[in-house]
């Protein structure tokens, strides 16, 4: 048997990462990956540049920083989706600005179960968007104890 390169072992071990990436468009909006993720796939700073270079703007395709995630997102899809939405984002008390909402998306959760299936399908994240509202609501509990914001009663 052939012994297989490790760099290309590496870079097709990560492909599945890069196409939630990849795949931001017209049908889904958002993408992100985590900087850890990132100084895997490219851990000399020659080869984080060509990935940077993958992915810098291009059309209604933007990139942004948020916390530990790179985010790819589809401008001109996200900030329809964010107006189409404007009473439950404002309900919720989360932004309809695309930057700030991305900021919020990435330090908060969505704990509201509507909020949490329109976040859900801007991924185009069919997993999520089916879930039932006491999964999302557990979820949310279970979030609220990993960060620390649970109630002691």
């Known amino acids: ?73 589809d401008e001109g899809g996200l900030i329809s989706a964010l107006n189409s939405k404007q009473e439950l984002l404002s309900r919720c008390g989360w932004p309809v600005e695309p930057l700030e909402f991305i900021k919020k998306l990435h330090s908060d959760f969505a704990e509201n179960p509507e909020l949490f299936r329109f976040i859900a399908s801007l991924y185009n994240d069919k997993v999520n968007i089916g879930l039932s509202d006491n999964q999302i609501l557990n979820r949310a509990k279970a979030q609220r104890c990993l960060c620390g914001k649970h109630n002691k009663d």
């Open 1 to 73: 048997m052939k012994k297989i390169n490790k760099e290309f072992q590496r870079k097709i071990k990560f492909r599945k990462y890069l196409k939630c990436l990849d795949d931001v468009g017209p049908n889904k909006v958002l993408g992100d990956l985590p900087w850890w993720t990132i100084r895997v796939i490219a851990p000399t700073h020659a080869e984080q540049e060509k990935f940077f270079d993958v992915y810098m703007e291009n059309g209604d395709v933007k990139t942004t920083a948020s916390g530990p995630m790179f985010v790819v997102y």
